[in-house]
C-alpha cells in the first residue's frame, strides 16, 4: 500500500534523518494516528530489508576469505537501503566490491586505473555501489586512511572530477595535485564544464512501491509524453506507459543500460510508445529532443537535481511539470510549487513539483 501525505514536519523528518523520532513522537500521545503507523511499518520493512541483504553480503565476502565489518548505513538506517563495511586496505576494497558485483552491485562512478588509481587510493576512503531493482540498495565500502596526504586541505587535494581530466601513467600519479588548479581554472574560464557530458550520476530505481503514487503526484494520463532524463534500465517510461496510457522517452549515456531498457520495452511489447534515447540528459535538452514533453521525470543525485530544474524550468512553457523525488534535500533557486511525501510498503521519499515559465 502507498500513501501520499502533504505535512511540512513529516517531509523534514525525511530530509533530517528522522523518520522514526518523528513516528514516536507522533504516536505517544495518539496511538491511533494512521500516518505515523505508517512511517513506523515502512522503517520496520527496510529495517528487515537491510538486515536481509546484509546477511546475504556477509555471507559471501565471508566464502570469499575476505574480512569485513558489516553494518547498517549510519543515522537513519530505518528508511535507506544502505550498508556500510569497514575494511583493513584499499586492496580488500577492491576485492570486496568485486564480490559484491557478482550479486549485481555496480560501481558508482569510473573504476580507475593507472595513476588515478593510485590517486583515488591515497585521496578517498569509500568505494560505493548501487544493486538496483524494486528499490536500490547501496554498499559502501570503507578503509583507514593511513596516507599523509590527507592532511592537505579538501579544497587542494584532487577529486574524481580530476581524475576524469587526463589519464596519467601509475607513476606520476603525484601530477594531479599540479593538474587540479589548471582544471578549475578552465572550469571558471567556460573552456571546461564542471559537470562533463554524460555523468549526471549513478542509477538510481524509483521503488517499485512509490510508482503509482509518483505517477500520480505528476498527474500523469493518457494524453501525456513523459521525459525520464537518466532514466537508467527504463522502468519509469515502461511502467508509464503501461500503467497510464502516455508516450514515454528515456535518455540514458549508459550503453548497457540502454541496451537494457530497449530490451524491457520490447518484452512489454511498447516499441511504438517508448523509445530511448542514448546520451547525456543536458546534452539532449539542448538538442530539443524533448521538447515534445509535458511531464519530466528527475530521480538523480540532489545537486544534479538542483542543477537541472532551473534549467528545465527556462525551456518549457507552463503546462509542462517537472517531478523529482528525493530523500535528500533539493536546493534549487526555484522553490517547488508542491511537496509530498510518497510513503510505501518499503520505502520512502520527497516528491517536488514544479512548472515551466511561459
Not at 527556462?314 to 528525493?326: K, N, Q, S, T, Y
Request: aromatic letters at 6%; charged letters at 25%.
Amino acid at each position: 500500500m502507498t500513501s501520499t501525505v502533504r505535512d511540512s514536519e513529516l517531509i523534514e523528518a525525511v530530509h533530517d534523518r528522522t523518520l522514526v523520532a518523528w513516528a514516536a513522537a507522533k504516536l505517544e500521545p495518539n496511538p491511533g494516528d494512521e500516518v505515523a503507523q505508517a512511517v513506523q511499518a515502512t522503517c520496520s520493512s527496510i529495517r528487515g530489508h537491510v538486515r536481509d541483504e546484509l546477511s546475504r553480503l556477509d555471507a559471501l565476502i565471508a566464502s570469499a576469505g575476505l574480512k569485513a565489518h558489516l553494518a547498517p548505513a549510519g543515522d537513519g538506517s530505518d528508511q535507506i537501503h544502505a550498508i556500510d563495511a569497514k575494511v583493513d586496505s584499499y586492496d580488500t576494497a577492491r576485492r570486496v566490491a568485486d564480490v559484491a558485483q557478482t550479486l549485481g552491485y555496480r560501481r558508482w562512478g569510473v573504476a580507475y586505473v593507472g595513476g588515478a588509481e593510485q590517486s583515488f587510493k591515497r585521496m578517498s576512503r569509500v568505494l560505493t555501489l548501487a544493486l538496483p531493482g524494486d528499490v536500490t540498495r547501496v554498499f559502501s565500502v570503507r578503509w583507514p586512511s593511513t596516507s599523509k596526504l590527507n592532511r592537505v586541505p579538501s579544497a587542494l587535494r584532487p577529486n574524481a572530477a580530476d581524475w576524469d581530466f587526463v589519464s596519467l601513467p601509475s607513476f606520476l600519479w603525484p601530477l594531479y595535485f599540479l593538474l587540479r588548479p589548471i582544471r578549475l581554472v578552465l572550469e571558471r574560464l567556460g573552456v571546461r564544464s564542471s559537470a562533463p557530458e554524460g555523468q549526471l550520476g549513478p542509477f538510481l530505481s524509483t521503488p517499485t512501491s512509490l510508482i503509482d503514487a509518483l505517477f500520480a503526484f505528476a498527474d500523469i494520463g493518457p494524453s501525456d509524453h513523459v521525459v525520464d532524463i537518466g532514466c537508467g534500465d527504463g522502468r519509469l517510461v515502461v511502467e508509464a506507459a503501461r500503467r497510464r496510457g502516455c508516450v514515454g522517452t528515456g535518455i540514458e549515456a549508459d550503453s548497457e543500460l540502454v541496451a537494457e531498457a530497449n530490451r524491457r520495452i520490447a518484452e512489454a511489447g511498447l516499441d511504438s510508445r517508448v523509445t530511448i534515447i542514448e546520451g547525456d540528459g543536458e546534452t539532449s535538452i539542448d538538442r530539443g529532443d524533448v521538447s515534445a514533453a509535458t511531464v519530466v521525470l528527475l530521480f538523480l543525485p540532489a545537486d544534479v537535481t538542483s542543477r537541472l530544474v532551473p534549467e528545465l524550468i527556462g525551456r518549457f512553457g507552463p503546462d509542462v511539470r517537472i517531478v523529482a523525488h528525493e530523500q535528500h534535500r533539493i536546493d534549487t533557486s526555484v522553490l517547488p510549487q508542491r511537496r509530498e511525501v510518497l510513503l510505501g510498503d518499503d520505502s520512502v521519499t520527497v516528491a517536488h513539483l514544479w512548472t515551466g515559465t511561459a
